[in-house]
């Protein structure tokens, strides 16, 4: 385990005020919350929106929208549970998670003041993705298995500047081992990212440069088929 005993969210009382607010309407644990949190809020020094797909009850979502305010927030959902579900994920076989609702979410983002989040209902990104406008400076993945997490990241990517962000939930995660595969083959293969894993259960990736011009003409990378 871990050695550090530096906790800057015990200090943080925005980041707290935030946290009490939303704990019970998340699954994510406070550790991956904070690093939420500073993600959104370093997120507004690159251009583009925060989108999340995969927003459960919302509690991850109005995180993020308090912490960048001053950004269009998507949050992006079936509310019927998971979708996609393959080969590749050994415990989901789809519409898990589905114990939640638009209108819940609504009462969430709205008993917390938020009015910079935007609610997507609908398979992403087949039918709400249009609904996104410019470029996304970070992209919060909890979709939970291999092919949402897929087309979710194909997706973004061209919408990408140099500094956005990428964070998937669940990576390491027994049962969500379609997602730590999905990550394992973009690190791999995905040129201009830099991968950070803080043993939290979170994978991020944060590009680092613009794809040189003969990778942007051509085949998509294997992963992203």
């Given at each position: 385990m871990p050695a550090a005993t530096y906790s800057p969210w015990l200090n943080d009382a925005a980041f707290l005020a935030a946290y009490q607010r939303i704990k019970r309407f998340t699954l994510v644990d406070i550790y991956r919350?904070?690093?939420?949190?500073?993600?959104?809020?370093?997120a507004l020094r690159v251009e583009g929106a925060v989108v999340e797909v995969g927003v459960w009850r919302g509690g991850?979502?109005?995180l993020l929208a308090l912490a960048a305010s001053e950004k269009t927030v998507y949050l992006a959902d079936t509310f019927a549970g998971v979708v996609n579900a393959g080969e590749q994920d050994t415990r989901y076989a789809g519409?898990?998670?589905?114990?939640?609702?638009?209108?819940?979410?609504?009462?969430?983002?709205?008993?917390?003041?938020?009015?910079?989040?935007?609610?997507?209902?609908?398979?992403?990104?087949e039918e709400t993705a249009?609904?996104?406008?410019?470029?996304?400076?970070?992209?919060?993945?909890?979709?939970?298995?291999?092919e949402s997490a897929r087309a979710t990241v194909e997706w973004a990517l061209p919408r990408m500047l140099p500094g956005a962000a990428m964070v998937f939930d669940d990576y390491g995660f027994f049962e969500c081992e379609g997602v730590t595969r999905l990550v394992n083959e973009l690190r791999e293969r995905l040129a201009g990212f830099a991968f950070f894993y803080n043993l939290n259960g979170h994978a991020v990736m944060v590009k680092t440069a613009e794809a040189r011009p003969e990778m942007q003409s051509g085949p998509r990378p294997a992963v992203l088929r």
């Open positions: 919350c904070y690093e939420l949190w500073e993600l959104a809020k370093q991850t979502g109005c519409g898990e998670h589905a114990d939640t609702s638009e209108e819940l979410v609504r009462g969430l983002l709205d008993s917390a003041g938020v009015k910079n989040a935007r609610l997507l209902k609908g398979m992403f990104p249009a609904m996104v406008e410019g470029r996304v400076a970070m992209l919060h993945v909890d979709v939970d298995v291999y």
